[in-house]
């Protein structure tokens, strides 16, 4: 597997787009994306458990129910959630694009990001749509990911290159998130093209499983958004044998979307609403996979360590207390604790309780701008990793008036 | 009922005093607190339900397994936790008041509160005792309440007045919390003094009851602290009959209580770390008195809200997303959203969809230094209040550089 240019249009028969409609008073900032299969792809979604749910989404569970989906139109700038006409919108979204591209509403997927509850007008993505469909390209992904982008501060772009069933495939993937990210079921915006062929309920299952150690394990701010959507498009033009069970291929597919994933976790994290550093909390040696997940995401949460990550402190006990807190069945007696970086890897407790260390060295290696925090339980072999950022001034600036 | 001066030195038999003992490097700080009552007392507590529990608490479970005590000792600048020799330590406090006061090592309750990992030398106390005892008088619920402040700006004394089977009685309060609050049983340390005769095991119930509505509806960052723990003392010399079961007298006895609990709450959530702002959620109409505090909760909680308050910001759909994330089972489209200050009270959101507003008005509203967020849910009877504070670019310096 290698890491390629290309992001959603990596697989073939994918192009993508984004304009600047004008939902955004910014003329600067494009707020109107899309993303084409030049053929009809195998379609999985998975979306934020939050009872408040954006119309979008209740319009894509519709338009998912055959696993068949061919285009992804998403605006930012507005969430349509809490409006009361929010699904007639998100419908027009979806059948103006598919008028546009001559294709089928139901294979339409469509998402919004943004502030919530205010009414999302139709007539600037009306207006847009022609000039959209005309900027669709194989180089489109850039304006596309520019275009979903809301206090993002870098797009966020990846794509992999596997051989599966004897065929090059390729996977390739785009999101946004930087704030109210705390994802349960899956994170703000993210969209995935792949061109392997594997059918919709194996697509589903890749998805579904993978999430649960990728983007479940992320946190930025512990608000679970109303809007989260995971979509992974895969046209099968990459003509490998279609994956309809387990199996070899399917072990193939399942490791780069991993690989996608949590190179997209990464890229979240580390650009959290005004985050300064990426922290990962690996820990190892739990009980069993659920109390291992349950205290690593604990860990990244903790405001109090995530202002002492931004404060480049050492201050352990705060690591100690989350996992304490966390509700996941540990013997705390037994934990050690290590900071790493770049700069250096410095042990700060064992067996749960402090050892000295060199505050200098400590301050060293938390300087950087990927903190990764060790933990480890003795107490069996299950092993987790969640994605967090520091909590910072400007974390506080940002919503302090994003609305107004 | 009115509220009295005294603090928790207004009750019949009981002073308190605080003195630097060197704990803290500041010499204008005050480090160890003492509260003695002249009798022992009925005395029932709750402690923080995080697995990491401070040495304290492990010692005050024995001490109080008979329901009894006659002095609370704690020193502020260092938890006492995660220390290997953190329980002979705290047993040692016990052992040193006990000789100075010369009551029983047994009728002691010891507190710890401040860093957390780094040992506790006792010398300092040791020294500091015959002073400490020297000090204790009525007036000294002051310099007590100053000796357990950690990154408190304010003092946090309440007293009431009330009368219990004919006879006037007194309860009294000083808390200290600022961050690190997110009680789950009993918040940072609060200690609550009573001359009403009252038997142990109705304390109890009075305070286990009390807590669900008042200290477990409490955050300000999320993190639950290692050393939550509220004392309650009551040492009978109101000379009421003993309460002894559920009836008019204990009734009595849990509205002065609440009364206490509530001022209390909302004094340490005003002063949350860096707060500009207390917010009180209150919400109502809900289906069952579960569902109603864990969507209050919620409300609290969110950082993004939080925010949005520092900024005097009228964003509502983040209410409707805390509530939707909670696991409350609430009907999201009955939901209506008001904001109330003392400068008036606007209607944001109706039916779960957003109703228009006057921006200044709300931004006039939101100004204010306190802030209620008012919740129905038009599906049931239920009620809840919960308090937090804003997130501010304080509380990040605050706990940016809070160790070193």
Chains 1, 2 share one sequence.
Not at 296 to 306: E, G, R
Request: aromatic letters at 4%; hydrophobic letters at 40%.
């Amino acid at each position: 597997m290698k890491f390629i240019e290309g992001g959603v249009c990596a697989a073939k028969g994918f192009t993508a787009g984004g304009v600047h409609c004008g939902i955004r008073k910014n003329k600067d900032k494009k707020d109107l994306s899309l993303i084409l299969s030049e053929v009809p792809a195998s379609c999985a979604a998975v979306y934020t458990t939050n009872l408040v749910q954006g119309a979008p989404i209740l319009v894509d569970k519709r338009h998912l129910s055959d696993g068949i989906a061919q285009a992804i139109i998403c605006n930012s700038g507005n969430a349509n959630t809490c409006n009361a006409d929010g699904i007639q919108v998100a419908e027009k979204m979806s059948q103006l694009t598919a008028q546009q591209l001559k294709i089928r509403t139901e294979d339409v997927v469509v998402a919004s990001t943004g502030v919530i509850g205010q009414p999302l007008d139709i007539t600037p993505i009306a207006e847009g749509m022609p000039s959209l469909a005309a900027a669709l390209s194989k180089d489109g992904y850039k304006d596309a990911t520019e275009g979903i982008m809301t206090t993002d501060t870098v797009p966020k772009i990846v794509a992999v290159e596997c051989e599966i069933g004897g065929k090059t495939c390729r996977i390739g993937g785009i999101a946004k998130g930087s704030g109210m990210i705390h994802p349960n079921m899956a994170t703000m915006l993210v969209f995935i093209t792949s061109d392997v062929a594997i059918a919709p309920e194996m697509l589903q299952k890749a998805l579904s499983g993978d999430i649960q150690s990728t983007f479940n394990m992320l946190s930025i701010d512990g608000d679970t958004s109303t809007n989260d959507t995971v979509v992974v498009m895969a046209n099968g033009l990459a003509g490998n044998a279609v994956i309809t069970e387990e199996g070899e291929d399917f072990t193939a597919f399942m490791q780069a979307l991993n690989t996608v994933n949590v190179a997209l976790c990464r890229m979240i994290a580390g650009d959290g609403e005004g985050a300064t550093k990426l922290l990962e909390c690996k820990l190892d040696g739990a009980a069993d996979l659920k109390n291992a997940r349950i205290a690593a995401k604990s860990v990244i949460c903790s405001s109090l360590l995530k202002a002492a990550m931004f404060g480049a402190d050492a201050n352990w006990g705060r690591v100690m207390c989350a996992i304490g807190y966390s509700g996941a069945d540990v013997d705390i007696t037994k934990i050690d604790v290590a900071f790493r970086s770049k700069a250096g890897t410095i042990v700060v407790c064992q067996q749960g309780a402090g050892v000295p260390f060199s505050e200098e060295k400590a301050k060293e290696i938390l300087l950087e701008n990927e903190i990764e925090i060790l933990v480890s339980c003795h107490a069996g072999d299950a092993c987790a990793t969640a994605w967090g950022c520091d909590l910072t001034y400007d974390y506080v600036k940002i919503n302090g008036d994003y609305r107004t």
